[in-house]
């Protein structure tokens, strides 16, 4: 049989019962009206009705037995009255119907009633699976998508890791570069201990430390315990140049109240300087181009 695309699955299988005289009264009725306003419907019972009577006919067309006629005459003469027939007008079918033979051979139609019930499970398991399927196939395709969304995001993640990777690679080199230059300048610092010299307060505990930078020329001086200079007098530097005829001004300084101080100085010269002893003295307030006052500290 021919389904129409225009009828859905519940007014086909509606069809097929109603071709195979399986609705109930009240239904077939229903279906009936519903047939005679829409003549695509009723081509559709037609073409149901003639499929199920060409499988009928290709049985052989044995007569059921007397006593299952007589039986079923004997039911029809006694089912009461309480469901008349509902009038209806007649209509002329759209397509010819072959004249039915008068004598149905029942085991065949049971047949084809089967046949018609089993097409109509197979259609709706098929449109069942058909349902699944697609919806199977929205989620692969969901989870296709997902995947490939977190496939990019993987790439991105090693990419920026082998950046980072990279960068600290790069650091590390410029750490150890910087390690080994620092590394490099102070073994090339010399230093110098200063000690109180018999011009000091022989009670004085007072020390310094000079880091002296010979590739530079330039140095670094920490005291501490060194008493702050009387007023009008200042503190200076003296580097002591073997090559020389006079010590080099360091610059002068001046203590905190704690008796510390820290000064970076670079000494006066036109010539390289060659430093191997360090002075300090206590000289007029601004400092004298040559030491003039008593020597405080000194070391080499």
Do not use: C
Not at 36 to 55: D, F, K, Y
């Amino acid at each position: 049989m021919n389904a129409q695309p225009e009828f859905d699955e519940q007014t086909q299988e509606r069809a097929a019962l109603h071709a195979l005289g399986l609705l109930a009264p009240d239904e077939t009725a229903e279906f009936e009206r519903e047939m005679w306003t829409r003549p695509g419907l009723r081509n559709l019972v037609q073409e149901m009705r003639i499929g199920l009577e060409a499988v009928a006919r290709t049985e052989s067309k044995r007569e059921a037995p007397r006593h299952l006629r007589e039986t079923l005459i004997e039911q029809v003469s006694n089912r009461p009255a309480s469901n008349p027939p509902i009038t209806f007008p007649a209509y002329v079918p759209e397509t010819p119907v072959a004249s039915r033979p008068t004598n149905i051979v029942w085991l065949p139609w049971a047949a084809a009633a089967s046949f018609a019930l089993l097409g109509s499970i197979f259609f709706f398991q098929r449109n069942a699976a058909r349902t699944e399927t697609k919806t199977e196939m929205v989620k692969a395709g969901e989870a296709t998508q997902q995947l490939s969304l977190a496939t990019s995001q993987t790439v991105g993640l090693n990419r920026r890791l082998a950046d980072l990777e990279a960068e600290t690679a790069k650091l590390r080199a410029e750490t150890s570069r910087l390690a080994q230059t620092q590394a490099a300048s102070w073994s090339k610092l010399r230093v110098a201990a200063l000690r109180t010299t018999p011009s000091a307060n022989p009670a004085s505990l007072a020390g310094g430390l000079v880091l002296w930078d010979a590739d530079q020329g330039t140095g670094m001086l920490n005291v501490r315990n060194l008493p702050p200079a009387p007023a009008g007098k200042d503190y200076q530097l003296w580097v002591v140049d073997p090559s020389q005829p006079k010590p080099l001004n360091g610059g002068v300084f001046k203590t905190n109240a704690d008796g510390t101080a820290q000064i970076y100085f670079r000494p006066t010269s036109t010539t390289t300087v060659r430093a191997d002893k360090f002075a300090i003295s206590l000289e007029p307030e601004g400092g004298r181009p040559v030491a003039e006052g008593p020597i405080f500290m000194a070391g080499d």
